[in-house]
């Protein structure tokens, strides 16, 4: 790097008095760091608690889920699981048609 450009990077110095201009910054660190951080611990602790709570929750009745699947498992709808209904059976034989005549003839 050149020293040219070293020189521009360089932090200028600040007078004491002009930080005893400066409110609020340094109190809001400490601030943070000692009374935020037990009720950031408890906040996290809450929703931890929170959530093996839900997870250890018994459901009520029936899930919506395991109804769906048992219903498809025995082909009662919804799709899948049913089996194609037999084909009609054939028709009856039709029986042999008798021509019987009445007329007689005489012939000489």
């Known amino acids: 790097m050149s020293k040219k450009k070293q020189d521009q ?3 200028a110095s600040i007078s004491a008095d ?3 201009k400066v ?3 340094a109190a809001r660190v400490t601030a943070r760091s000692s009374g935020a951080n037990a009720e950031i ?5 809450n929703v931890t608690n929170s959530l093996k709570d839900l997870a250890n929750q018994k459901p ?3 899930d ?3 109804m769906m699947m048992m219903m498809m498992m025995m082909g009662g709808g919804g799709g899948g699981g049913q089996v194609a209904a037999a084909p009609p059976p ?3 034989a039709t029986p042999p048609v008798i021509n019987i005549s009445t007329s007689v003839k005489r012939g000489c």
């Open 90 to 92: 054939p028709a009856p």
């Open 60 to 62: 009520s009745g029936m």
């Open 64 to 66: 919506p889920m395991m």
């Open 41 to 45: 611990t408890s906040l996290l602790t």
């Open 23 to 25: 409110s609020g910054g």
């Open 18 to 20: 002009d930080l005893n």
């Open 9 to 11: 990077e360089t932090f």
